[in-house]
């Protein structure tokens, strides 16, 4: 199914719901609110027509001058061998999207990623917590207003020198 069919189907189907249809993108996809999220992606893998059977990846995004945060689902059906995209929006504020584990299983580790990174709560997850970062890190690294702590436990983080100008720096070739 091409995703120009995709994207008809689901705005047929799911009307408002549906808050962007971009089907002629270099990512074909749509948007939705994640309030909405849940029954979307249930119908993406039960319906027959679609059977999107693989999430290849989940990705949080940070938009943070418009105040929101975006998990991208890219989602594959090895039946059909179509695939598609879905960008789930929520406040950046309180950022929860519905969990989509239970549908999906590579989604476990993909939301404990965004949880991690993002600060993203994926309602609904058994063991959301983190995955990269020591459980008592703070804040998310990849936030776009996120400040590097200098220093963690007492261990210096890395900083930011021009390497090229340190005393023991080769020059050239001797």
Aim: include cysteine.
């Amino acid at each position: 199914m091409t995703p120009q069919a995709i994207a008809q189907i689901l705005t047929g189907t799911f009307g408002g719901k549906i808050t962007a249809s971009l089907p002629d993108d270099r990512h074909p996809r749509v948007h939705v609110d994640a309030e909405n999220w849940r029954e979307i992606a249930e119908y993406l893998l039960r319906e027959p027509a679609m059977k999107f059977d693989w999430l290849q990846c989940l990705s949080g995004v940070d938009y943070v001058a418009d105040g929101n945060m975006c998990v991208v689902y890219d989602l594959w059906s090895f039946d059909h061998a179509h695939m598609f995209a879905v960008k789930v929006f929520t406040p950046r504020e309180n950022p929860s999207v519905p969990s989509v584990r239970d549908l999906w299983p590579a989604a476990d580790w993909h939301e404990r990623e965004a949880y991690d990174m993002f600060g993203i709560s994926f309602a609904g997850h058994p063991d959301l917590r983190r995955i990269l970062c020591a459980d008592d890190w703070e804040g998310y690294p990849l936030r776009k207003d996120y400040v590097f702590p200098r220093e963690y436990h007492g261990i210096p983080a890395s900083v930011e020198l021009d390497w090229q100008q340190q005393p023991d720096y080769p020059k050239g070739p001797a």
